[in-house]
């Protein structure tokens, strides 16, 4: 992978996903959005619930130790992807986005960075769905939390 250019792991991740091996790239875009809603601190007891970007970039109060590009986090998030993969419906994904493909994951990875990820503005229009300023939503149930079925996907 190094000698064409996918020597970081996190590219190596994006390549295998694009195609077709069932991985995500966990960038700080995706892992953000998985702290912010709380899905990794609900489904993982050793990631704590008050994590900030600033903690996946390695410059918040546990220094490097949550890093969204270490082993530690990025397992995690690759991890919990696949699971909410397998447990979507493939014809709910067809009612709610229009169509579906033969790589799952990838459309998971699509969505979700389409949502939270700025456009640069010489491409059109700069929005994104996701500010990352609305309160994140922690589960109250915890019963609830400890299984992806209780994840709950909200516009």
């Not at 949502?115 to 996701?130: M, P, V």
């Amino acid at each position: 992978m190094h000698g064409i250019g996918y020597g970081v792991r996190l590219t190596a991740l994006d390549f295998m996903m694009d195609i077709g091996l069932p991985v995500v790239k966990p960038d700080i875009v995706l892992t953000k959005l998985m702290v912010h809603w709380a899905w990794l601190q609900s489904y993982y007891n050793d990631v704590p619930d008050d994590l900030t970007e600033d903690d996946l970039r390695g410059n918040g109060q546990y220094a490097a130790r949550y890093r969204y590009d270490k082993p530690f986090m990025y397992r995690r998030v690759i991890d919990l992807s696949r699971e909410i993969v397998a447990r979507v419906a493939r014809e709910v994904l067809r009612g709610d986005i229009g169509c579906v493909t033969s790589n799952p994951i990838r459309e998971f990875d699509l969505i979700l960075n389409k949502f939270a990820q700025k456009s640069d503005w010489e491409f059109g229009i700069e929005r994104t769905l996701f500010d990352g300023k609305t309160p994140s939503r922690r589960c109250q149930d915890q019963s609830r939390c400890t299984s992806v079925a209780a994840i709950e996907f909200s516009s």
